[in-house]
C-alpha cells in the first residue's frame, strides 16, 4: 500500500475520505475522538500545500438531504481543531461543491456535505455508483483514504473514487492494518480476547475466527447472557438470543472461554432502577444483568494478567449509566496496565474509554473502525483496502 507521505500534493488537489462519524445529540457533538483523529492527514496535507477536498458521512440519512445529519457541526468543530478555515460545502458534488473547489487554494481546504446524502453512495449497482465516484473523482487529482472504519464497504467515496485516482493510504488506515495484522499473525502468546457489548449475534464470526487462535476468550456485556443460558443457568430479563444458544454451546465446548462469576442485576434499564450484585449463575427472574460484578473484573484482570496481547471490544455493560460503568472500567484499567500490545476496537469501546476518563495512551491502540477490524480479524477481504493495495 502507498502512504500519504509519499505523494506529491504540493498545488494538487487532494480527495480525503475521512471518518467523521461523531455522535450527536440534539446538534452538538458528543464525542470529537473520531474529527480528532483524522486531524494530522488533513493538516499534513494542507501544510504541504495542497487543496484537500474532505468528504464523509454522518449517520444514515436515507440518501437524500437531511438537515438532521449535516456535517455543519463537524465542519465548525474541524475548523477549531485544524486552526484553518474550513468551508462547508452545502451539498456533495453539486453546485456549491464544484464552486468551493474551483476557488481552493494552496493549504485550504473543504468539506463536502454528508456523503451519504446522495443514494448512489451505497448503491449495490456497479454502473450507479461509478457514475457517482466519477463526478467525485473530476474534483481531485489525487485520492487518500483515512477512514478505516468504512474500508469494509463497497461504498462510491471508498471504493471506486480509488479506481479512478491515483491512491493511497492515510495514516489511520496504516496504522489499523498494520495493528490488526499483528494480532492475527503469530501474535505474542498469551493472546487474551475480550468481548463484550450488546449482542452475540453481532460478533459470532469473529468468536468463531478468533477462537482457535486465542488462548483465552473472556465474554461480559449483554453477550454473556446467552452463553449462561447455554449453560443452563436462569438470566431473568437480560439480553438473551434464544437462536443463539446452539452456537454458544459449541463455542464453550473450546473451554477458552471465561464467562463472568457475577452480575449487577437491576429491576429496569434505568439507571434509577434498583440494583444488587448477584452470582452470575442466580439471577432472579425479574432481574436483568446491566454490569459484570465485582468478582468477574477481578477474575477477567487475573487472567488478563502476564497477557502479550490484547484485543478488547464492546463494553462489559451498560456504561452510559453510571451504576453500570464499573465493570467497563475495571476492564479496561487491566487492559491498559499490562505491557504487551493491547488493542481495543468497537465505536462504543472507544468511547467508553473516552467517557471513563482512562488516558487513551496507555492503550497501544485504540481503534476507530468496530466493523471494519472485526471483517478484519474474520479474515475477510475489505473491498476499501483491497483497492489502496493495486
Ligand atoms: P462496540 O461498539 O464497542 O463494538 P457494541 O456496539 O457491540 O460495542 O455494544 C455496545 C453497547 O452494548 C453499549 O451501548 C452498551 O450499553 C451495551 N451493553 C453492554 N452490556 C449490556 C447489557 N448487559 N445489557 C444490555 N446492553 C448492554
Ligand atoms: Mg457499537
Redesign the pocket.
Known sequence: MRLADDLQVKGKRVLVRSDLNVPLDDGTITDDGRIRASLPLIRSLAEQGGKVIVTAHLGRPQGAPDPRYSLAPVAKRLQELLGRPVRLARDVVGPDAQSSVEELREGGVVLLENVRFEAAETSKDDAERGAFADQLAAFADLYVDDAFGAVHRKHASVYDVALRLEHAAGPLVAAEVEVLERLETDPERPYVVVL????VS??IKVIEALLPKVDQLLV??????TFLKAQGHDVGS??LEADMLEQCRTLLESGKVVLPVD?VAATA?SADAEHDVVDATAIPSDR?????GPRSVQLFGQRLEGARTVFW?????????AP?AA??RGVAEAVAALDGLTV?????????VRALGIDESRFTHISTG??AS?EHLEGKVLPGLAVLED
Open positions: 463484550g457489548g450488546s449482542k453481532d460478533k461480559g456485556g449483554g453477550m454473556c447472557f437480560s439480553l452480575v434499564f436483568m444483568g446491566l454490569d459484570i471490544n464492546g463494553p462489559m455493560g451498560v456504561f452510559e449509566m453500570y465493570g467497563t481495543v476496537g468497537g465505536g462504543d469501546s472507544a468511547a467508553a468496530g466493523g472485526l
